[in-house]
């Protein structure tokens, strides 16, 4: 694991994860993903890319505070057993006050997250950006599908706010309803403008952000495993994670899953790398 890359390695040395308020951790989950395959690539993808990043993101320099990575969290075994490390690896960081960055890896990784964070603070509410509800109580067979791992984090009545959902299902539509989960559609996002606050004022006030990359247009996002059209674009979707932050709430932990890199195309890779910092730029300031 040695030879794994440190995000933003070109521009910043690696720190101490006790000095380090970033904690990147690799996590290359593939077990229940459909369509399009290769999310167990998408950390290596992320942390390489990265290296072409310059460490001004465009309002601060967010790695001044220090990027510790982790070695890549073994996803071997049982789906209970890997998420299972993953909470245990995690929770460190948030007993710390840092906040842990996670690179998928499939989505399903983001129910072990929340649980590590929900297990040292109570206040936390979960942001998703995602083309997709992923509210499905069991999908080809499995409730530990990267299609039920939201529906995993209400069941533990973990607020949750849904942003640029543009393919769900009946199932997931009257789960919404009961369970009062309050979203932003894509379609929504078409018809006006981004509110300048969109979380409701009872929303929590610790944000665990997950953010799916083909929550973002499949035009600026084609290595994913199910690219959906009519989705978010870079600016709308910067705009869309400030707006969430305004209120004075705090981001502390975030995900970037999904990506299934492809091969030959540099890109999407770097979009990934790219937003995985500006996430950290918000969680920072």
């Not at 297990?119 to 509410?125: E, L, R, Y």
Request: include cysteine.
């Amino acid at each position: 694991m040695s030879d794994t890359p440190n995000f933003l390695q070109s521009e910043y040395p690696p720190s101490d994860p006790h000095g380090a308020l970033f904690h990147v951790f690799p996590v290359p989950l593939e077990r229940t993903v459909s369509y399009g395959r290769g999310t167990a690539h998408g950390p290596i993808a992320i942390l390489n890319a990265s290296s072409q990043l310059e460490a001004y993101d465009g309002i601060s320099f967010p790695g001044e505070a220090g990027i510790y990575t982790a070695p890549p969290i073994d996803c071997s075994g049982e789906p209970q057993a890997i998420l299972g490390r993953i909470e245990e690896i995690v929770r460190p960081a948030f007993q710390q006050n840092k906040v842990p960055v996670l690179l998928g890896g499939e989505h399903t990784l983001t129910q072990a997250a929340v649980r590590a964070a929900r297990s040292v603070k109570d206040d936390v509410g979960v942001v998703q950006f995602d083309a997709h509800a992923d509210l499905r109580n069991v999908y080809e067979g499995s409730p530990l599908s990267h299609a039920c791992v939201m529906r995993r984090i209400a069941e533990q009545d973990i607020p949750i706010f849904q942003i640029g959902v543009r393919s769900i299902c009946q199932e997931e539509i009257d789960y919404r309803d009961a369970k009062g989960i309050r979203f932003l559609d894509a379609v929504d996002l078409q018809r006006k403008p981004v509110p300048e606050q969109i979380l409701p004022d009872d929303f929590p006030g610790n944000i665990y952000l997950t953010f799916d990359v083909d929550g973002l247009d499949s035009s600026l996002m084609p290595a994913t495993g199910t690219p959906e059209p009519g989705g978010l674009f870079w600016w709308q979707a910067l705009t869309l994670v400030a707006s969430v932050v305004r209120s004075g709430r705090k981001v502390i932990g975030l995900d970037v899953v999904e990506l299934a890199p492809i091969a030959g195309m540099h890109a999407p890779d770097y979009l990934a790398a790219k937003l995985t910092y500006a996430l950290m730029g918000f969680a920072g300031r």
